[in-house]
């Protein structure tokens, strides 16, 4: 999809930066064979092929396609790593998703890159919401 593609090309447009840099002092054949090959600055960052249209809503947000690969499809970066990228680059929409902890000590931290999604059903009426919780939350029911 296109944000590995884009993220690769981010990757290869910076190395070549730094190949440039290290070598000033070499020859002028060498510096314009380098120029010659180099990478195109990076395009916008698209977000919007990861975004299931269908199942996103007001109530429950942005939902991304349920068949998407960490490192084929997507790359997670922290918070002030995308700002900065949309600083230099453009681009979105933001996909913004939470950090969990989990494990008997709560030390064992995971991105939420699904958050758990229920239905809920009110009766008599049948009328339904969606909404999404952490997986921390625990649901009981009150009589």
Same mark, same amino acid.
């Given at each position: 999809?296109?944000? @590995?593609?884009?993220?690769?090309?981010?990757?290869?447009?910076?190395?070549?930066?730094?190949?440039?840099?290290?070598?000033?002092?070499?020859?002028?054949?060498?510096?314009?064979?380098?120029?010659?090959?180099?990478?195109?600055?990076?395009?916008?960052?698209?977000?919007?092929?990861?975004?299931?249209?269908?199942?996103?809503?007001?109530?429950?947000?942005?939902?991304?396609? @349920?068949?998407?690969?960490?490192?084929?499809?997507?790359?997670?970066?922290?918070?002030?790593?995308?700002?900065?990228?949309?600083?230099?680059?453009?681009?979105?929409?933001?996909?913004?998703?939470?950090?969990?902890?989990?494990?008997?000590?709560?030390?064992?931290?995971?991105?939420?890159?699904?958050?758990?999604?229920?239905?809920?059903?009110?009766?008599?009426?049948?009328?339904?919401?969606?909404?999404?919780?952490?997986?921390?939350?625990?649901?009981?029911?009150?009589?």
């Amino acid at each position: 999809m296109a944000v @590995d593609r884009w993220w690769n090309k981010w990757n290869d447009y910076v190395d070549i930066n730094k190949t440039v840099s290290t070598n000033e002092g070499s020859s002028s054949e060498h510096q314009d064979s380098v120029s010659a090959s180099t990478p195109k600055r990076p395009s916008s960052i698209d977000n919007s092929v990861l975004i299931n249209e269908a199942a996103s809503n007001s109530t429950i947000g942005i939902e991304l396609h @349920d068949t998407l690969q960490e490192h084929t499809d997507y790359i997670l970066v922290p918070e002030e790593t995308w700002n900065q990228f949309c600083a230099w680059y453009g681009g979105g929409p933001k996909l913004a998703r939470k950090v969990i902890s989990s494990g008997e000590a709560q030390t064992d931290l995971s991105v939420e890159v699904y958050p758990l999604r229920l239905r809920l059903h009110l009766m008599p009426k049948d009328d339904q919401c969606a909404i999404r919780i952490s997986k921390k939350v625990c649901v009981s029911r009150e009589y």
